[in-house]
């Protein structure tokens, strides 16, 4: 990330594209990627990229966000660069053909460009209307948090006082990598919408863009970024749980179960090369059943017994 910071984004690319190449040799190793077809492998890196809290694993796409690094990195210490060296005294930021900081100014006009083509996309999503079961209507989900325009002023503003006196806050390397995970997200969510339509592994309908929604939701990636605690039970998560949770969450197939599932499919049988039957109908589901809905239907006794008590006016306790 330093040398994203530091170097102009046509500098860094070459050797951040080959390190993170090497860097999906050791994920693909990790998550037992190469029991999935490449297909399968490629739209699962493309999500391991992004955010937890988009439905991706955390691994930072550098390469991708060289442009918003740079930019971000000038635009914070042009200030400091004027005032301590006096061949940049005299340069307008928003003018200037110096290339290190043109450079920067043409990122940062990109990514302005850029969110405003995602806040177009989001309000046709936003535009949609989906009718629940219960009756609710909802917008087509997408993520949350896309900067707001406010936050990214033309260049000829970035460093002018306004009529109070003030003068804008530079926004930060968050700021414009927000606009880039919010494109990748749209990016991959029509590429699986795409796969689904062809994909031959599976008989659930619209099952891998609905799967990357899913893994989006609030809290759905929370557990990736849980810390190992020697005090807390269970925190410790083994590896071949983790490693099944991981194909799961990014569409690959269980790289456990291949050879099981590749006699099972030389013998005329039908495999389950995601996972799903084995998920709902295996050992674990029907264990695991007994306990889940007891819970279930205590909570809703709690909660039905609060609401009664609060109609009656009376002490849930």
Known sequence: MYWAQAQRPALSGPALEAALGRLRVSWEALVGADASPEDRRELAWLQACSPTNMGGCGVYPVHALRG?????????????????????????FATTTLPSIAAARDEYEALRA??????????????????TIH???????????????ARLPEPARLFVPD????????????????????????ELVDALHEYDRTAADTNVSHREATRLISASQFGAGMWLEA??????????????PYVVALQRRLGLYLSSARAANDTLAAAGGEPDWLGDAA???????????????PQLLGSHTCNHSLTAASKLGVDAE
């Open 68 to 92: 918003a690094a740079y930019a971000a990195s000038v635009i914070k210490n042009w200030p400091t660069l004027q005032r301590i060296s006096p061949a940049l005294r005299g340069l307008d």
């Open 114 to 131: 850029e969110r405003d083509r995602v806040a177009q996309v989001h309000d046709a999503y936003d535009a949609y209307e989906y009718h």
């Open 135 to 149: 009756g609710e209507k909802l917008p087509r989900f997408r993520p949350q948090s896309l900067t707001p325009a």
């Open 163 to 186: 009529d109070d006196d003030k003068v804008p806050t530079p926004p930060s390397q968050k700021a414009l990598s927000s606009v880039v995970h919010h494109s990748r997200w749209l």
């Open 227 to 240: 810390a190992p605690d020697a005090s807390l039970p269970h925190s410790r998560l083994r590896s071949g």
């Open 279 to 293: 998920c709902n109908t295996g050992e674990h589901s029907t264990r695991q059943q007994p306990r889940h809905q």
